[in-house]
């Protein structure tokens, strides 16, 4: 089986060729544009082809689709300030991808979508995901959508494991408001088993929505993260108006920070996501919270790497 992932040096793509090295049955070829992260990926795994490459722009990248069973579509465009970003990452780079799927005779996509399009956020990252969906699903392609909740596990430089490193760095630790608006995290891990599943069964024209099964206030999963990576931290509650002051500061001196004001504004609306019995549709384990944290942060090798923004 070929398997083509596209985004492969982020989050899930790093997580998921983790747990597909052990397949002698799986050719991978692992597509991606940022450069260092990229070239962390062929250190991490150098028997698999490893392309670098800005999937926005033809080239020679679209012959490694040849002779591909599936694809993995897991790029995108998460944080960033310019719309403009968003449409080049998230929608033409999607075009030319699906138009170098359809020459190969790829035979089934597996789409990386997101929760935020069933979101009431109206944001650059938001609109662009839903694009970048009906992009997918009106291409006539097989294809299977997968809509993951916030997402964390190794390699993640964004969200839980940003967070841990700034929890280590500082003694005070900000959360917005009352920190009591409800998540549903998702284990980075359990959803490469889901992606695993449908390259397996190939479960073609359906949507799913994936969510984390615990719902959990913020300020408790900041307090389980802490425990987790043994800080301590003291969890202090900020005002909203002079958290979201602090950001716009602080997106003056760094054009791609780390958080925006509007993934602020995502963080705090009270979004409940739909739970379905994943594990049972997949025939796959749900890691409870407390279990999947620890294993982020004490893997012997992955939970050492850390991805540049």
């Given at each position: 089986?070929k398997v083509?992932?596209?985004g ?6 790093q997580?998921?060729i983790a747990?597909?090295?052990s397949?002698?049955d ?6 991606d ?11 991490l ?5 490893v ?6 722009e033809?080239g020679a ?8 069973d599936?694809l993995?579509?897991?790029?995108a465009?998460?944080?960033g300030?310019l ?6 990452n998230n929608?033409?780079a999607t ?7 359809r020459?190969?005779?790829c ?6 979508s ?6 009431a ?11 970048q969906?009906?992009?997918?699903v009106?291409?006539?392609?097989p ?5 993951p909740?916030?997402?964390?596990g190794?390699f993640?430089r964004?969200?839980?494991?940003w ?5 280590k760095?500082?003694p005070?630790f900000p959360?917005?408001?009352?920190g009591?608006?409800?998540r549903?995290p998702?284990?980075?891990g359990d959803?490469c088993?889901?992606i ?6 190939a479960?073609a024209?359906?949507?799913?929505n994936?969510?984390?099964l ?9 307090r ?12 202090v509650?900020i005002?909203y108006?002079?958290f979201?002051?602090a950001?716009?500061?602080?997106a ?9 004001v ?7 609306t009270?979004?409940?996501f739909e739970?379905?019995?994943?594990p ?7 890691t409870?919270?407390?279990e999947?944290?620890?294993e ?10 850390t991805?540049d923004?």
């Open positions: 089986m083509v992932i596209t492969a040096a982020g989050l899930i793509g997580n998921l747990r597909l090295m397949r002698a799986i050719d991978i070829v692992a597509i544009k940022h450069p260092s992260n990229t070239a962390r990926l062929h250190e795994h150098p028997d698999i082809t392309i670098e490459a800005d999937l926005a033809g990248w679209e012959r490694s689709f040849e002779g591909s599936i993995v579509l897991g790029h465009q998460i944080g300030l719309p403009e970003e968003f449409e080049r929608v033409a075009r030319l991808v699906l138009d170098a799927a020459k190969s005779g035979r089934h996509i597996i789409h990386l997101s929760s935020v399009v069933n979101s956020v109206r944001d650059f990252y938001t609109e662009s995901k839903k694009a969906e009906r992009l997918v009106e291409s006539g392609l294809h299977t959508v997968l809509r909740t916030l997402m964390f190794w993640d964004k969200h839980l494991g967070l841990a490193r700034f929890m760095a500082s005070l959360v917005p408001g009352n009591n608006f409800l549903q998702l284990y980075a959803f088993n889901i695993i599943a449908c390259m397996n069964r479960p024209g359906n949507a799913y994936i969510s984390g615990e719902k959990i206030p913020y300020i408790d999963l900041i389980g993260l802490r425990e987790a990576i043994g800080a301590r931290t003291l969890v509650r005002p108006p002079l979201s002051l950001l716009r500061v602080y003056l001196f760094d054009r791609n920070p780390p958080f925006t509007k993934q602020l504004e995502a963080l705090v009270p979004d409940i739970v379905i019995d994943w049972g549709i997949f025939a796959v384990h749900a409870p919270l407390r999947a944290l620890h982020t942060f004490h893997h012997p090798v992955y939970s050492r790497v991805l923004f």
